[in-house]
């Protein structure tokens, strides 16, 4: 049973454009959200959190969306750039509960930047 | 500087034999998980552990096995019984209360 969901195995965007990167959930337990980027052959590093008490968290050209009602939410990246090619992951924490921060991630996206 | 060390980064191994892979971390966390990545299957983890001496099962926990002697280690052994092996596995840990993991670089194994 996937719980964390991203439809989309692949995206390429042109260079310059906005990047919009989808993830849906099932587990209404979930109140909190992480974007991970993974290069090839290396650890999935960091990108922007946002908890389920916001809608919106900005980071940069990192702005991460999220719609309760429909266990959604989405990655913005504007402007897009080369570098920003990559695998991204979507996960999931019900850590509100403490000692369950573990994190169910999606199956990835990966995101191609089109010079 | 902290982070977190997997070791080897590539791993070979015959059928029918256990191999044990390295987690070390110096970044003073308490938590450390093992996940294992298939091509269009994402993360899924496979043991986790919140303190010394403790560690629970994962999603796809079987045919393989851990332990936490020290804060520092989190070693993963894939035993014979694992019937697909050959993955990417990748460890991570996260101070308790917080979500962010750290990961490390992860290590490729193969059964050959």
């Known amino acids: 049973d996937q719980q964390v969901k991203q439809n989309s195995p692949s995206l390429s965007v042109q260079e310059g454009r906005i990047s919009i990167l989808n993830c849906d959930y099932t587990n209404s337990m979930f109140d909190y959200f992480l974007w991970y980027k993974k290069y090839p052959a290396e650890g999935p590093t960091f990108l922007i959190s946002?908890?389920?008490?916001?809608d919106k968290n900005e980071d940069g050209r990192f702005t991460v969306f999220l719609n309760k009602s429909a266990k959604h939410l989405s990655l913005h990246i504007v402007p897009s750039q080369p570098g920003d090619s990559a695998v991204y992951f979507c996960?999931?924490?019900?850590?509100?509960?403490?000692?369950?921060?573990?994190?169910?991630f999606g199956t990835g996206t990966r995101l191609t930047i089109i010079p | 500087d902290g982070g977190i060390t997997q070791s080897p980064k590539y791993l070979f191994r015959k059928e029918g034999q256990n191999v044990t892979l390295s987690c070390e971390q110096n970044l003073n966390h308490d938590a450390m998980y093992w996940y294992r990545q298939d091509p269009g299957q994402g993360l899924r983890l496979i043991y986790y552990s919140q303190i010394v001496n403790d560690f629970q099962k994962g999603d796809i926990a079987e045919g393989y096995s851990v332990s936490r002697e020290k804060k520092e280690s989190f070693p993963l052994t894939v035993t014979s019984a694992q019937k697909n092996p050959t993955a990417f596995y990748l460890c991570a840990s996260s101070i308790r209360g917080n979500y962010g993991y750290t990961f490390g670089s992860g290590t490729r194994l193969t059964v050959v």
């Open positions: 946002i908890s389920s008490i916001k």
């Open positions: 996960a999931a924490s019900a850590g509100s509960n403490f000692g369950n921060e573990k994190l169910t």
